[in-house]
């Protein structure tokens, strides 16, 4: 057999029990939370038409250059997996005429060509909310909040929120100019990629991770000092409303994020725990994109998290000894249409039910109720049959005892309990 046959792809991951349940957890933990802010899920398909992100994230972003996942399909139909959550929400929105305003959450993989490394996959899952048609700046502030109060339930702390304002279409030519005039005259010192960039965005310079760039940048012009009155007005509500509500935060003027479409707001989270790849996530407001798909005006405001970073700057959660799944024994074959029964009727009530069908012996059953970790078992034999009983054992305490066949449902769940 061949040796990629056996292997995952570069840059995937396979989420396997237990730690498969620790992704739920943290996904339903997230969908809670949006619920609780007033989103509503959406699910949009993973591939979209290649437009729809060039369009977007910018025909200059790394993204857009580096990291789509494009293809021909068979119709000749120029399509790419999704990299990132926003274009798709959009265009959706769009093509289905949803009332605006309108808020969305999102939960799901996402695909990026990128050079794997600790918390960085080709596949990777993102959760995201957007707030389509909203331009209060205490909708920004809010969207911060709720990023922040995620990564609380989790029982991250040592996060850190970084907010910026770059401007809007008014007040962002001058900064743009001036900026590139700035990084012009020292051209030589920056990288290959940054010195392509100089024309298209200079922006993006702050972006890169290359130290000379980095240095270069930190004399730079910053989006900050040319905010038009009506942007810095919008900046101070945002950061006064994030104190009034008691979120520790730390003005970053060099904060750009990768994306074209952002206006006015950036925030980012970043974990000093991570490493190189220290962000949790990040959003900005956006509220000329929808204009952009052909839609109307629409100010727009969005998050995305990534929950690979956030599982590993997550403390782990204790593992439950064993699991809440009660597992159906039959001694013989004439018992086994009672125990499907007991199955069923354990589901109907919403207690997690397994039978081993193909072990014909008892200890081979057991066994099975071991390896899956069920808290415990129902054994059903003739005898029981005939007393109209069975007996319940205790896989955490080893104990077993008769219990009346028409409380299993009680029984069973009392037991989870302890
Ligand atoms: P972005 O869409 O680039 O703003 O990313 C938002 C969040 O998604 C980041 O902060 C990360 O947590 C996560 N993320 C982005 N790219 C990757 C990747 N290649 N692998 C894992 N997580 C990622």
Redesign the pocket.
């Known amino acids: 057999m061949s040796e990629t046959r056996r292997a995952r792809p570069k840059g995937t991951q396979d989420f396997l029990p237990p730690d498969s349940a620790r992704l739920q957890h943290v996904e339903n933990l997230f969908r809670h939370l949006a619920e609780r802010y007033g989103y509503q899920a959406i699910v949009t398909p993973t591939f979209e038409h290649t437009e729809v992100f060039v369009k977007s994230s910018g025909e200059g972003s790394d993204i857009v250059t580096k990291e789509m996942y494009s293809f021909k399909d068979r119709g000749d139909r120029d399509l790419t997996l999704r990299p ?1 959550g926003t274009p798709g929400v959009v265009r959706a929105v769009l093509e289905n005429r949803l009332r605006l305003p309108c808020r969305l959450y999102y939960v799901g993989p996402f695909f ?1 060509y ?1 050079r794997p490394q600790k ?4 596949e ?1 899952y ?1 959760v995201g909310v957007e707030a389509l048609g909203e331009a209060s700046p205490l909708v920004d502030a809010e969207i911060i909040c709720f990023g922040d109060d995620f990564f609380q339930s989790l029982g991250i702390t040592d996060c850190t929120t970084r907010v910026n304002s770059i401007g809007c279409r008014e007040c962002r030519p001058a900064h743009r100019e001036s900026l590139r005039k700035f990084l012009l005259e020292r051209k030589e010192r920056l990288c290959a990629d940054c010195q392509a960039r100089l024309e298209r965005n200079p922006l993006r310079v702050f972006d890169c991770k290359v130290e000379t760039c980095r240095l270069t940048v930190q004399d730079a012009p910053v989006p900050r000092q040319y905010l038009c009155k009506a942007c810095e007005r919008h900046h101070d509500q945002v950061l006064s409303a994030l104190s009034r509500r008691g979120l520790l935060h730390e003005a970053n003027d060099r904060l750009v ?3 074209d479409y952002y206006n006015r707001t950036t925030f980012e989270y970043v974990s000093a725990s991570l490493g190189a790849q220290d ?4 959003g900005g407001r956006y509220d000329y994109l929808v204009g952009d798909f052909g839609g109307p005006d629409t100010p727009a405001v969005g998050l ?3 929950l ?2 956030t599982m590993l700057a997550a403390p782990a959660l204790p593992e439950p000894q064993r699991r809440h799944l009660a597992f159906v024994v039959w001694l013989t074959p004439a018992e086994l249409r009672a125990a499907e029964d007991v199955a069923d009727r354990l589901r109907a009530a919403g207690v997690p039910a397994q039978i081993d069908y193909d072990s014909a012996k008892v200890k081979g059953q057991f066994k099975s109720a071991d390896a899956t970790r069920a808290a415990c078992c129902v054994v059903i034999g003739p005898d029981e049959l005939a007393k109209g009983v069975y007996s319940l054992k205790d896989l955490v305490t080893g104990e077993q005892r008769e219990i009346p066949s028409d409380t299993v449902t009680e029984e069973v769940r009392a037991l989870f309990r302890d």
């Open positions: 990132e990026r990128c918390g960085r996959f080709r990777f993102q994020r990768g994306l962000s949790l996530g990040g995305a998290i990534g690979e970073r």
